[in-house]
């Protein structure tokens, strides 16, 4: 008989709480994104694209999708992998990083300070070199 009435108490409390008037929780700010409610502390509206906030990062948008734009660029509607070369963001497609320089990826050897490839140059003692 003590648990029936451990369980109606509990439900009786639980009840009153969720009935409590709508002014006594937090307010929040909810909002529309074409026809769709979201919560600006959730999302970013974008036109009529929701892009989400995760750990205080605002994903962006391109084309119908959302990225992070520590690890994506947009380049003409298209996702693009970006990594940091020196604290320099690149399309990890066109450029690779190579201590600490970029060079394209048809040129993806370093000699000194300049880009080369091994096609038609060799290094000798920081020189390019014609093959």
């Not at 369980?7 to 937090?26: D, K």
């Not at 999708?65 to 003409?76: D, E, H, I, L, S």
């Not at 963001?89 to 990826?105: F, K």
């Amino acid at each position: 008989m003590q648990f029936a009435t451990y369980i109606l108490a509990t439900f009786t409390l639980i009840s009153a709480a969720l009935a409590s008037p709508a002014g006594t929780l937090a307010k929040r700010d909810l909002k529309y994104c074409g026809t769709q409610p979201y919560y600006t502390e959730n999302y970013t509206c974008y036109g009529n694209l929701l892009c989400p906030i995760i750990n205080n990062v605002i994903y962006q948008p391109c084309g119908p999708a959302c990225f992070n734009p520590a690890n994506y660029g947009c380049v003409n509607g298209q996702l693009v992998p970006v990594g940091s070369c020196n604290g320099q963001v690149y399309d990890q497609n066109s450029y690779v990083c190579v201590d600490g320089h970029l060079c394209p990826t048809g040129a993806p050897n370093l000699c000194g300070i300049a880009c080369y490839n091994l096609t038609y140059y060799r290094c000798e003692n920081g020189q390019l070199v014609q093959q």
